[in-house]
DNA sequence: TAGAAATGAGACATCAACGTCTCATGTGCG
DNA sequence: CGCACATGAGACGTTGATGTCTCATTTCTA
């Protein structure tokens, strides 16, 4: 009987991932409710937008959480980062773009806080040796998100294989952050793959 | 007296590039004629959409041609894409958030023609042992749009200097396409700084 | 200069989405 | 069983953007 909220929002999360401009009529039959339960639980679409947002933040702390951004050496942390994050990648395309309309408004300083721990990490890449200097963290974390966002789409588009995300994401982001003598780029460790 | 249509389409992507959401009153505000007048030239918000990919297509299109795609190392073609492309940058990314959009609806095939263009750049990069293979050439140039669009968003947010766009984009992606031993990225050949 | 053409301002109807409301139905719980 | 509550369906008014239209004014041109 009672609506689960989380389901509505991951129903309302998959259908504006891939049409942003989705209707709330529509938002309603993609979780099988009607449009009046759906104002019940969200006072409106900004509201829904909101708790997309709150829910897309916590997903990403989870999944930085998951990836233990501060072990062993940087571009692994990073690879373990892009892995965990896959799932949430549609709702994180989908806040990005939308991110680009908020211009003065109050956001969520959530973001400012996961940016600052997804930031850290390409400042630890840095400090170690292990990134080139000339991309600065704020670029790099910036670029993470937009490959994410171009990889989600790219998979959603059937340009790219959901398996390959991982490998596509974190081996093009790395590649360009990583300083590295040879051309051989390492497998994760065994350590990594127990998730995967 | 007569409208410069020219100028009328940048006003509009310029603005469209910052709010993708804009009115048709705001287009023809920030354009400096009326309403009306809009109306006149555009049937309509998807006629002026229409307009803006052609518009957007034309400067890619030359932004390539530009570029020399066939020319030397393909990571310097990559460089002077990235260099050349930059001007057309916001508007890129107003089209490519806007292209999530376009369903199955009959889409300019001009970008099919500029995919493959671009595309081309980077096959002929594996082909010549320069670019990994990992990295498939329908996602690296999906990847050059995504990271296009999340520079010009960094930069119109001041995340990042307008004079750095091309390098960041340009060495992001080519460290992550470029199979190189050395960490040291070469400077552009002096050839290539003709134009910037 | 006079006519033709284009523009600006604004009125107007239309339409789609929104948000609110009511009422009947169905479900859970005491 | 009977009550309380949540839901579904749909009506309703509102709002914001759109597209069309008219008319006075300005600008170009013959």
Redesign the interface.
């Given at each position: 009987m009672a609506v689960d909220r989380e389901h509505v929002l991951r129903s309302a999360a998959d259908l504006l991932t891939r049409?942003?401009?989705a209707t709330m009529d529509e938002v309603a039959k993609a979780a099988g409710i009607s449009r009046a339960t759906l104002h019940r639980h969200f006072a409106g679409r900004d509201a829904l937008v909101r708790a997309l947002e709150s829910l897309g933040i916590e997903e990403c702390e989870a999944a930085v959480d998951a990836a233990r951004p501060d072990e062993g050496p940087a571009s692994d942390a990073v690879r373990r980062l892009v892995r965990e994050l896959q799932p949430a990648a549609g709702l994180l395309a989908f806040l990005y773009?939308e991110s680009?309309?908020w211009?003065g408004e109050p956001q969520n300083d959530g973001w400012a806080h996961l940016d600052a721990r997804i930031g850290a990490v390409f400042q630890r890449g840095h400090h170690s040796g292990e990134f080139?200097v000339?991309?600065?963290p704020?670029?790099?974390t910036?670029?993470l998100?937009?490959?994410i966002?171009?990889?989600a789409?790219?998979v959603q588009d059937g340009?790219?294989a959901a398996r390959d995300f991982p490998?596509?994401v974190a081996?093009?982001?790395?590649?360009?952050?990583?300083?590295?003598?040879?051309?051989h780029?390492p497998k994760e460790s065994s350590r990594d793959r127990e998730i995967g």
């Amino acid at each position: 009987m009672a609506v689960d909220r989380e389901h509505v929002l991951r129903s309302a999360a998959d259908l504006l991932t891939r049409k942003s401009t989705a209707t709330m009529d529509e938002v309603a039959k993609a979780a099988g409710i009607s449009r009046a339960t759906l104002h019940r639980h969200f006072a409106g679409r900004d509201a829904l937008v909101r708790a997309l947002e709150s829910l897309g933040i916590e997903e990403c702390e989870a999944a930085v959480d998951a990836a233990r951004p501060d072990e062993g050496p940087a571009s692994d942390a990073v690879r373990r980062l892009v892995r965990e994050l896959q799932p949430a990648a549609g709702l994180l395309a989908f806040l990005y773009g939308e991110s680009q309309l908020w211009e003065g408004e109050p956001q969520n300083d959530g973001w400012a806080h996961l940016d600052a721990r997804i930031g850290a990490v390409f400042q630890r890449g840095h400090h170690s040796g292990e990134f080139r200097v000339e991309l600065t963290p704020a670029w790099l974390t910036e670029a993470l998100y937009g490959l994410i966002a171009s990889g989600a789409w790219a998979v959603q588009d059937g340009r790219v294989a959901a398996r390959d995300f991982p490998t596509m994401v974190a081996e093009l982001l790395l590649g360009g952050a990583l300083r590295r003598e040879t051309s051989h780029v390492p497998k994760e460790s065994s350590r990594d793959r127990e998730i995967g």
